[in-house]
């Protein structure tokens, strides 16, 4: 079955870095479009990143373009999101997600199939 697993979150200042992976399998990784998703209480998930596990074209929200940086090893089927220059507005529950029949990369959670469990990020200022 399809498992969505990630790691990485914590606590740091603002201004620091954290990277995020996510270990997918169940699915044929390369096909897929693999996304990273945030919520924070009483708010929508939002997509802030977003990334073709085959080619490696990339999409980004325009609050974390230029900060954060979403790659992928094809060979560990896993995705990575690289945080940078964090602010307390980036505190958020962090979720790996993964369309499995990519057609156009989204930010839109509801195009997403599967999901991970969740990490949470926390900036304090």
């Known amino acids: 079955q399809v498992q969505l697993v990630e790691s990485g979150g914590g606590s740091v200042r603002a201004g620091g870095s954290l990277t995020l992976s996510c270990a997918a399998s169940?699915?044929?990784?390369?096909?897929?479009?693999m996304g990273w998703v945030r919520q924070t209480p009483g708010k929508e998930r939002e997509g802030v990143a977003a990334i073709y596990a085959g080619g490696g074209g990339t999409f980004y929200r325009d609050s974390v373009e230029g900060r954060f940086i979403i790659s992928r090893d094809t060979a560990k089927t896993t995705v990575y999101l690289q945080m940078n220059n964090l602010n307390p507005d980036d505190t958020a529950i962090y979720y790996c997600?993964?369309?499995?029949?990519?057609?156009?990369?989204?930010?839109?959670?509801?195009?997403?199939?599967?999901w991970g469990q969740g990490t949470q990020v926390t900036v304090s200022s």
């Open positions: 997600a993964a369309a499995t029949d990519c057609g156009v990369l989204s930010l839109f959670a509801s195009d997403y199939t599967y």
């Open positions: 169940g699915f044929t990784f390369t096909h897929s479009c």
